[in-house]
């Protein structure tokens, strides 16, 4: 498992609830969520695939910003 951090200007909770759907329906996705509190707009994704274009490229498309922050590998994941 890979929890990724990305950078977003994803600012309301309808936003990112919509997103969450999106992104829920990709099949490496394990779960996400946003922190619309911090400064960046978090977006925390685990998932089975290290490939974060896919993620960003599904974002930019539904008209928001995406910026790769950090990538870190999970060796034991309990969710």
Same mark, same amino acid.
């Given at each position: 498992?890979? #929890?990724?951090? +990305? /950078?977003?200007?994803?600012?309301? =909770?309808? *936003? !990112? &609830?919509? $997103? *969450?759907?999106? $992104?829920? /329906? $990709? *099949?490496? #996705?394990?779960?996400?969520? %946003?922190? &619309? ?15 974060? =274009?896919?993620?960003?490229? $599904? &974002?930019?498309?539904?008209? %928001? !910003?995406?910026?790769?922050? =950090?990538? +870190?590998?999970? &060796?034991?994941?309990?969710?």
């Amino acid at each position: 498992m890979y #929890i990724v951090i +990305f /950078k977003t200007n994803v600012s309301t =909770e309808e *936003q !990112s &609830l919509q $997103l *969450q759907t999106t $992104l829920a /329906k $990709l *099949q490496e #996705i394990v779960m996400s969520s %946003f922190d &619309l509190d911090d400064c960046d707009r978090i977006l925390r994704v685990v998932t089975t695939n290290p490939d974060t =274009e896919r993620i960003c490229l $599904l &974002l930019e498309e539904s008209g %928001f !910003s995406c910026e790769t922050m =950090e990538s +870190f590998v999970c &060796l034991e994941a309990q969710y």
